[in-house]
């Protein structure tokens, strides 16, 4: 298992257009994937999940990344927070 802290950084924070982006980006992977915030984890691929999260800007999130292209994953979404979600 694979695991970084990831910044919600864009304005609007956790909105339909960046939880989708993640959800997308997600799909593309073998691992499974799940995001955490204060211990409650969340399903990387479901929508409805990640909206749950209520991750506003300045929020923390862990990425967690279980499977064979672990790794990758986990690279690819701190890179999609990093980027703000290709927003702004």
């Known amino acids: ?3 970084r802290r990831a910044l919600v ?3 609007l924070g956790f909105h339909l257009r960046a939880v989708s ?3 997308e980006a997600c799909s ?14 969340r399903n990387g691929r479901s ?5 749950m999260l209520e991750a506003d800007m300045g929020t923390v999130l ?4 279980d499977g064979v292209d672990e790794t990758e994953a986990v690279d690819t ?6 980027c703000r979600f ?3």
Request: net charge negative; hydrophobic share 45%; no cysteine.
């Open 1 to 3: 298992m694979v695991s």
């Open 9 to 11: 950084s864009n304005r």
């Open 21 to 23: 982006t993640i959800v």
């Open 28 to 41: 593309k992977f073998k691992a499974g994937i799940t995001l955490a915030r204060d211990g409650d984890r």
């Open 47 to 51: 929508i409805l999940d990640l909206m």
């Open 62 to 65: 862990t990425i967690e990344a």
């Open 77 to 82: 979404l701190v890179k999609l927070f990093e």
């Open 86 to 88: 290709g927003e702004e």
